[in-house]
């Protein structure tokens, strides 16, 4: 099977193995953080004057940063980016707004939750990815493992907080206390 000049990947002389796998890995992390962005920028709509419209703002901020850090990396790699990726999740990420939510006028409170719960999880991905890209700045030095650090550090503000929203909102919603988890699981 011949590849396409678009995704023709350089061998390289570093102890980097698969470098046509990590392409994929890395452009599916960066489209992902696209579509990510998208939705942030939609919560910040819904919660502008509350409580969480500030934080909602400083996750989109990172998440830029985030992005031009990964396109930094690919590009310091060698490797290309698949913008086709980008524009797909682009796409899914406005056609994900138009679903069943059991109001046909109006936005379902669910709706807040299901938002900060995808972004919760989310994030947990992106980390992953972080720590993936942290075991290729090992063995890569064109990957600068104090960044990826950095990153790794930074989603794990993210989660806490996005934790800390949904919490709050399932509580909301169907009542309860938003730090049970933490107290059950000091037990």
């Known amino acids: 099977m011949s590849r396409s000049p678009e995704v023709a990947v350089p061998e390289t002389s570093t102890g980097l193995r698969n470098a046509d796998l990590l392409t994929v890995y890395l452009n599916d992390h960066l489209a992902a953080s696209v579509g990510g962005i998208e939705l942030v920028g939609r919560m910040i709509g819904v919660h502008r004057g509350s409580a969480y419209e500030a934080p909602l703002e400083q996750l989109r901020r990172e998440l830029h940063e985030e992005n031009e850090e990964l396109e930094r990396v690919i590009s310091a790699l060698g490797l290309p980016v698949q913008h086709i990726k980008k524009v797909l999740l682009w796409t899914a990420e ?41 075991e290729v700045a090992a063995v890569d030095d064109r990957v600068a493992a104090e960044v990826v650090d950095g990153l790794i550090e930074q989603a794990n503000r993210q989660h806490a907080w996005l934790t800390e929203a949904r919490r709050e909102v399932a509580a909301r919603i169907f009542g309860g206390d938003p730090d049970a988890p933490d107290a059950a699981a000091d037990r």
């Open 94 to 134: 406005k056609v994900s707004r138009v679903k069943p939510n059991g109001r046909w006028v109006t936005r379902s409170p669910l709706s807040d939750l299901v938002e900060f719960e995808f972004l919760a999880s989310a994030v947990r991905a992106k980390r992953s990815g972080f720590e993936t890209l942290r």
